[in-house]
């Protein structure tokens, strides 16, 4: 019997767990009509069980890659798949919204701690001929994740609860701590050192301001708690910025992103994530509060669009290698801004399936072209001691996005309409539409700002996928980007 690789087992393992911590960010909203019949709470409530997620997630990413830098990467992959696995059944268990929102934060914690090490395992497993269709392989597997959130949640409600769309975890993650432990190798950084304030003033800032965007129709816009938060959180991002800057040791290099790859990549990545996690959070629930579909009726019917990265995906890759990376993605956000400004000019209480399906469609070939190519050009152009970092940075970033597209579509809709009758719903869901399309645009943008072709990093080895000679790189530019591996 032929051995299993070292590589495929690193695969296996970091992509699984990565496909549950992806899983969560979306599986969770079609149960939100039924966790808010069997739990009671408003739509601001149902908004803290996606952001207590994702916000937890998006600022303790960074911070997750140093942690594993210094402690070891596979400790902290282990730690991360126990207090993930651990939240999951807190969650399943949650007698009232509040637990719920508590166990979610944790949940959000534990992915923060697993996804930025796990493309760095990754990484130092797979031999570099073959590192680009690994880190193809691998953000198609993410990719999947985010698409079939709202299926698979659908159809564990309908048929088990929606408790057991946690309850699931717990078997998976049981079952991969000892393969981490036995089949991943443990590896360390080269900077050791920790950004306790950077890590306070980013978290402290984003919820201020996803606070107040949550809080802002309900509370009033100029209302004090309101304004506490988008002002406070606004002054303490910027004091983040001006912190990193300045600190030997930042939580989030800025001089990574005078790489105009890096810059482009993960502000497309951002804008990318605020439109379709907002738009998704909102049309899930027009598919059952609007137009009377079951849990997994309304996943069934989101098949076009979830389906689509399975069947474009493989393809994604042939293309990257004639096209470029940078190409791809710019066609994948092109066509999910599309996807959605067609919603936007069809929605109705009464609109047809059929009428909805090419939206779907065009929607899930996006986001298809979108992940595959994003994590090896992404990788590509930064220096292999900088690819944890750049893994976290670029993780965090999209979670911020979602996070922040969560509220903000909200706010649009809560603004513009309600759950008092399905025209209500639809006159707040089609602005906010709008808005999630206007954003994707944006990341087409971004990501054309890409050079063409990156130029060759100074002259360092690549091909281990590891540090060099175990220094931190210095605080200055990297003068030219990596070239981008492609898959």
């Not at 907002?278 to 009377?292: D, K, T």
């Not at 990297?478 to 492609?486: F, L, N, Q, S």
């Amino acid at each position: 019997m032929r051995k299993i690789s070292p590589a495929v087992w690193a695969f296996v393992v970091t992509s699984t767990a990565g496909f549950m911590a992806a899983l969560d960010n979306l599986v969770v909203t079609t149960a939100l009509p039924s966790i808010r019949s069997h739990l009671g709470g408003g739509i601001t409530d149902l908004e803290w069980t996606v952001n207590a997620y994702t916000l937890t997630f998006a600022v303790l990413l960074m911070l997750g890659a140093a942690l594993g830098d210094r402690f070891g990467r596979r400790r902290l992959f282990t730690i991360g798949l126990t207090l993930f696995t651990l939240s999951s059944l807190a969650a399943a268990l949650a007698p009232n919204i509040g637990a719920l929102v508590a166990a979610r934060a944790a949940q959000g914690v534990g992915a923060a701690l697993l996804t930025p090490v796990s493309l760095t395992l990754l990484t130092a497993a797979v031999p570099a001929a073959r590192r680009g269709l690994a880190f193809g392989a691998w953000g198609a597997v993410n990719g999947m994740a985010v698409a079939l959130g709202p299926l698979i949640g659908g159809t564990v409600v309908e048929h088990l609860s929606w408790q057991w769309i946690f309850a699931l975890n717990v078997p998976i993650g049981l079952a991969l701590l000892p393969l981490a432990r036995l089949r991943l190798t443990e590896s360390h950084g080269p900077n050791s050192r920790l950004d306790v304030v950077g890590t306070a003033l980013a978290s402290a800032g984003l919820f201020g301001v996803v606070y107040g965007l949550i809080r802002g129709n309900a509370d009033g816009w100029t209302s004090a708690p309101v304004l506490a938060g988008l002002v406070g959180g606004a002054v303490l991002l910027v004091s983040f910025v001006v912190w990193e800057s300045r600190t030997a040791s930042p939580l989030l290099p800025l001089r990574l992103f005078r790489i105009r790859t890096f810059s482009a990549v993960n502000t497309a990545s951002m804008l990318m994530s605020l439109g379709m996690f907002g738009s998704i959070f909102l049309l899930s629930q027009f598919l059952q509060n609007v137009q009377g579909y079951s849990p997994m009726t309304a996943g069934v019917r989101m098949l076009p669009w979830t389906a689509m990265p399975m069947i474009v995906a493989p393809l994604a890759g042939l293309l990257v290698d004639r096209i470029g990376g940078r190409v791809i993605i710019a066609m994948g956000l092109a066509l999910q801004a599309t996807g959605l400004a067609w919603f936007a000019l069809i929605v109705s209480p009464h609109v047809s399936y059929a009428s909805q399906v090419p939206a779907l469609v065009i929607s899930g070939t996006g986001m298809a072209l979108f992940f595959a190519p994003v994590a090896a050009v992404l990788m590509g152009s930064v220096r292999p001691e900088e690819q944890g970092v750049a893994s976290g940075a670029n993780n965090a970033l999209r979670e911020v996005g979602g996070a922040l597209g969560v509220a903000v579509l909200t706010s649009v809709f809560t603004a513009h309409g309600s759950y008092a009758s399905g025209q209500s719903y639809v006159n707040g869901l089609t602005p906010a539409l709008w808005v999630g399309a206007a954003s994707i645009a944006l990341a087409t943008v971004a990501i054309l700002t890409a050079p063409r072709r990156s130029r060759a990093a100074a002259s360092q080895p690549v091909a281990a996928g590891l540090p060099v000679d175990g220094r931190a790189v210095g605080g200055g530019a990297v003068a030219d980007e990596a070239p981008t591996p492609v898959a």
